[in-house]
């Protein structure tokens, strides 16, 4: 009997802890759905139950310096999916994507818009972004076909009206509106905005449930901004780097006009470049690289400028010193030459900067040692980031001080053995003419709001003094007589007084220099004795005779800077002006003829070649002066140049 009793208790205990577990079970799956996972189901239903759709915001506004707009927001659409009611619409996920791959073209891929069409319970998002920004085309065909799942949204896309102009600076924006470069990136948390939203109540189809509420939160328009690039003076240089790149041939040109009492920029050309309103993804993977800002090179004659201004701050030369010109200089043993064959022989400091003298100015930077050296081109900051307000910035390269030998020191005060960027040299070149400060370069003025109110504003950053004033008005006299006398002459705007200095420097492959390949450049300013205007021109392997800078690069920013002086209403000071001559078109005529009706102009001729003229320097349409020198090439070549003079 007892062991009845205790097998029914058994039983009885089993059975009670069996309900124990099951309750304890339920409750336990309860406590979980309902506390612990609460918040996530309470998403996934509203998920289900609502559809949001983003209401993208109107991106700021780019002006120039005068109001004129660079980069403007409008109205586009753009096509989303919604896959449940797409597979409750009698289509095929394989039909409706055939057909949109045939509409929206490349980069489209059948693979990629499947995935966005087809429906999946449990997998499929309730509604996809499809493709951004249609075609008028495009939503007529969507319009007309109907299909329920197939939802038109409105959107906003960049425009650039001013096409190519700028192209590089401004940057440019993805689908998704968000700035990928340039300034559109620099700046694209200001200019951005803040994104909207429409809620809606759906149904199980994702469609929206008639007489339901909808929830609309307004987008956030971006903030403008206003840059220091005034819009008529990149127009100028635009249409002078476009005739220097087709007169001279050259692989690139390069651009920079710049305030020199601020170093505000003005204008930036980087040629060749592309309509980023049209262009396609390959044009512009090739042709998007701000030059100007991030392209080092060795600078060459240029760089000559701060040799000369670091030797007169230092004491170790004067505007009464001297120099001899062998047609080279020997550095520890080694034997380094002048750019000309024929030797400059005695040279007043004047003389060696107008003839460019190599041996001059390598006793220059000898004569100052490597470590005044390098503290003056360092207080230039030729080894740091300009600091510019852009995507990305770029330091030079400048041999670390413990590498270097007097070898490379002299060369390096000549403008080898270093390498900079163009941004950095005009930059450095302004602080040598406008009393000696370095300024940090900027493109960005202002910010401001739809109404015009300022809501930002830059002032010019004062980096350090580099030079004294006094030493800074030496050399722009020493810079004014190079044009007027020296390599910068095919750089004279009638009327004005210029400063300047060319450059032409070597270019290397595989680390090795490239023989009669060359970047020629002028650095310019005018009025030389009180400078509003600084302009950098840079020609990239220019296809004509005698490619140095003053051939292929001054010609162009004297045109310039004569554009430039006439807008911004500076008034000649120079009352004896030259007489100039208008130049012809030669290409096409025989090199006789063009030899011939050169002199009866008043113009003398430098002529590589015979046969038939196929280019000519300075291009048909400059104003040069009476007696200057016109360098014409023939399709035949000749073993030597002949000169055409004016008797």
């Known amino acids: 009997m007892d062991g009845k009793v205790n097998r029914y208790k058994n039983r009885l205990l089993l059975v009670c802890l069996a309900m124990i577990l099951f309750f304890s079970i339920i409750v336990g799956a309860l406590f979980y759905w309902q506390i612990i996972a609460a918040d996530s189901l309470q998403r996934k239903a509203l998920g289900q139950w609502t559809s949001t759709t983003t209401i993208s915001a109107s991106r700021g506004t780019i002006y120039d310096a005068t109001g004129e707009a660079l980069a403007i927001s409008g109205a586009s659409k753009s096509l989303n999916s919604k896959p449940k009611q797409l597979a409750d619409s009698g ?29 999946e319970k449990g997998v499929s998002a309730s509604e996809y972004i499809v493709a951004r920004h249609l075609t008028d085309e495009q939503i007529a065909y969507l319009e007309a076909a109907q299909i329920k799942g197939l939802v038109l949204v409105d959107d906003v896309k960049r425009y650039y009206p001013k096409g190519a102009s700028l192209v590089q600076v401004l940057g440019r924006v993805n689908a998704d509106g968000v700035g990928s470069d340039g300034l559109e990136l620099k700046y694209d948390k200001q200019l951005r905005g803040l994104t909207g939203k429409l809620i809606s109540s759906t149904d199980v189809s994702a469609g929206q449930i008639p007489g339901s509420d909808q929830r609309y939160i307004d987008a956030t328009g971006g903030v403008n901004l206003r840059l220091t690039v005034d819009y008529a003076i990149q127009s100028f240089a635009e249409n002078v780097m476009r005739q220097c790149l087709s007169e001279t041939q050259a692989k690139g040109v390069k651009c920079i006009v710049m305030e020199p009492s ?70 520890d043993g080694e034997k380094i030459k002048c750019w000309r064959t024929v030797p400059h022989g005695s040279q007043t400091l004047q003389e060696a900067i107008c003839n460019s003298c190599n041996p001059a100015f390598m006793q220059m930077g000898l004569g100052l040692g490597q470590q005044a050296l390098y503290a003056k081109l360092n207080d230039f900051g030729f080894s740091a980031v300009t600091g510019v307000d852009f995507s990305a910035d770029q330091a030079g390269i400048l041999l670390a001080p413990k590498y270097v030998k007097n070898t490379d020191l002299a060369r390096i005060s000549f403008g080898q053995s270093i390498a900079v960027t163009p941004l950095q040299l005009i930059t450095a070149a302004c602080a040598v003419i406008n009393g000696g400060t370095l300024y940090q370069p900027y493109f960005v003025r202002s910010m401001t709001d739809d109404q015009g109110n300022t809501l930002w504003e830059k002032k010019p950053v004062a980096v350090r003094q580099v030079i004294s004033a006094q030493t800074s008005a030496t050399m722009r006299s020493l810079l004014e007589g190079v044009v007027a006398r020296g390599g910068g002459k095919n750089a004279q705007v009638a009327g004005y007084r210029v400063g300047g200095k060319t450059g032409t420097a070597q270019k290397y492959r595989d680390g090795k220099i490239v023989s009669g390949v060359h970047i020629g450049s002028f650095f310019g300013f005018a009025p030389a004795d009180d400078p509003q205007i600084a302009v950098l021109v840079m020609v990239d392997e220019a296809q004509i005779y005698n490619d140095y800078g003053s051939n292929t690069a001054a010609p162009y920013a004297g045109q310039l800077l004569e554009k430039i002086l006439q807008y911004k209403q500076i008034r000649p000071t120079e009352t004896n002006e030259t007489e100039q001559v208008e130049v012809p078109s030669f290409i096409g005529s025989s090199c006789e003829y063009a030899a011939a009706e050169a002199k009866t102009r008043g113009l003398q001729v430098e002529l590589d070649g015979s046969g038939t003229v196929i280019s000519q320097t300075p291009g048909a349409g400059t104003k040069v002066d009476r007696y200057c020198i016109i360098r014409l090439k023939g399709d035949t070549a000749v073993d030597k140049t002949t000169y055409y003079g004016i008797e």
């Not at 929206?104 to 995935?115: F, M």
């Not at 920029?265 to 049209?278: E, F, G, K, Q, S």
């Open 91 to 119: 289509y095929t996920a394989e039909t409706v994507t055939t057909m949109l791959v045939q509409l929206l073209g490349e980069p489209y891929t059948y693979d990629s818009l499947y995935k966005k069409i087809r429906y």
């Open 262 to 331: 601020s170093a505000a920029i003005l204008a930036m050309v980087n040629l060749p470049d592309y309509d980023p309103n049209t262009a396609n993804a390959e044009t512009v993977k090739e042709l998007s690289r701000n030059g100007c800002v991030l392209d080092t090179y060795e600078p060459g004659s240029t760089f000559k400028m701060f040799t000369l201004s670091a030797a007169l701050e230092a004491g170790t030369i004067s505007t009464n010193s001297t120099f001899y010109c062998p047609g080279y200089h020997i550095v």
